[in-house]
């Protein structure tokens, strides 16, 4: 069974075909610069195969087309009836989504209304979408939300300490993000534990360009680091994270900034790249090795503020069965994981440093051997776990219209 991932973004579309019953990638391609002259469609076929073919690809139509083109002349589809559904990815799913979702008119129609909530990812969704729609009409396309996973956070730990009529009239409140990428690793992590999902409890840690930690009690999310948007919570490649909101307004008075400046500033331009001028985390090691102050600090702030929330997560669920690392950062950083996890013992955390150097991919526990809690590195799998998702909706709709 062969089921293909999309991830539209406004200048880009990322795309994966699965075969579903090895959980094997088929193709994987990018497709960046959509619009422009110099745009560019790389895919691999294999890990090590690369094959950048550059020509104009003036919009998402074109996009996809191309996309199609080549599962076609690549002879991994030869009719498109081979493929059991599309699953799109899409950034806000709102209150309303809670589920991966049939795409169908009225879905088009709330995803956009979600655009208010997400206005430079859901319209790039959408066009994606629409456009998969148009030229394959015949095969099921399932929406996957990033926020979804979070829809069973508690009313006390989603509202924020606001006039009431801002949830209710505008919906301002936590809503979370990187859903699939916790709930993917807190399905490996259980079965790693040997335990049920249902009664594991998690500390998930998602450490990439962007960052966020989950407290998972019993399979489920009951909190989480982003809010309303992404820029919430941990210190990012170039996202402030948890800042005083009266910050806000003295940037404003004193440097007479609007708030779409500002916007851009604690989005674009804090977080590691704020601190110390670079935002990628093997750019900050690299300064950091030459004694850059500033570059330290970074590392520092950085491996405090999950510290801070490892802390706050552990109160929240009051028995803790693993910590797990995820994304580039999680899963490839030795120095971090460990900064991380400093001074922790007291909870039952330590790492061992020789299994923290190599962990084994795509799972290792690095936890010393008498740690009371485990502590997991997990290779993330966003787009197979988008692939897992609506390959289930599918199967749930065949069933309930039989
Ligand atoms: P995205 O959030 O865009 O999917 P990734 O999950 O790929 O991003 O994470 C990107 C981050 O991971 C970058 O900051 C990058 O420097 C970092 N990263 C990747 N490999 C390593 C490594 N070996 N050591 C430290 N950081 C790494």
């Known amino acids: 069974m062969k089921i293909l991932v999309i991830n539209a973004g406004s200048s880009s579309m990322k795309y994966s075909l699965f075969e579903m019953g090895r959980h094997c990638v088929l193709i994987a391609g ?30 998402h139509r074109q996009a996809l087309q191309e996309l199609f083109g080549i599962l076609s002349s690549s002879g991994l589809l030869a009719d498109s009836r081979e493929l059991y559904c599309i699953g799109h990815r899409v950034v806000h799913g709102g209150e309303q989504f ?29 066009l994606g979408i629409r456009e998969a729609i148009r030229q394959m009409p ?42 699939t990428s916790h709930r993917y690793v807190a399905r490996l992590a259980a079965r790693a534990l040997g335990k049920n999902l249902t009664e594991t409890n998690l500390i998930t840690l998602h450490l990439g360009n962007g960052a966020s ?43 007479d900034l609007d708030s779409q400046a500002i916007e851009n500033l604690l989005n674009k331009d804090s977080g590691c790249k704020g601190v110390c001028g670079e935002n990628d985390m093997r750019a900050i090691h690299k300064l950091a090795e030459t004694g850059d102050k500033a570059a330290i600090l970074a590392l520092d702030m950085y491996a405090y503020r999950i510290r801070k929330y490892i802390g706050a997560y552990y109160a929240v669920l009051g028995r803790v069965d693993a910590i797990v690392f995820t994304g580039g950062i999680g899963e490839n950083d030795s120095l971090l994981r460990e900064k991380c996890c400093h ?36 290779a993330t799998h966003e787009e197979l776990e988008i692939a897992i998702q609506a390959q289930e909706c599918v199967a749930q709709q065949s069933e309930s219209t039989r």
């Open 213 to 255: 930690a989950a407290a998972i009690e019993n399979g489920v999310s009951v909190d989480t680091s982003m809010g309303m948007t992404p820029l919430e919570g941990l210190m990012m490649g170039s996202r402030c994270g948890d800042i005083d909101p009266a910050i806000h307004f003295y940037l404003s008075r004193m440097l």
């Open 343 to 378: 001074n922790l013992s007291a909870l039952g955390i330590a790492i061992d440093s020789g299994e923290n150097q190599n962990p084994a991919r795509p799972w290792a526990n690095i936890a010393t051997g008498d740690a009371t809690v485990a502590v997991l590195v997990i």
């Open 138 to 179: 015949q095969i099921p396309q399932i929406a996957v939300f990033d926020t979804a996973f979070h829809h069973t956070l508690p009313d006390y730990a989603y509202r924020y300490a606001l006039p009431a009529r801002l949830y209710t009239d505008y919906g301002v409140r936590r809503y979370g993000f990187h859903g």
């Open 30 to 59: 990018l497709i960046e610069r959509i619009g422009e002259a110099a745009s560019e469609h790389r895919y691999s076929l294999t890990q090590a195969d690369q094959t950048p073919i550059q020509k104009p690809i003036a919009d």
């Open 98 to 126: 809670r589920q991966p979702t049939l795409i169908n008119e009225q879905a088009l129609q709330q995803i956009h209304a979600n655009s208010a909530l997400a206005p430079l990812h859901n319209p790039a969704n959408l």
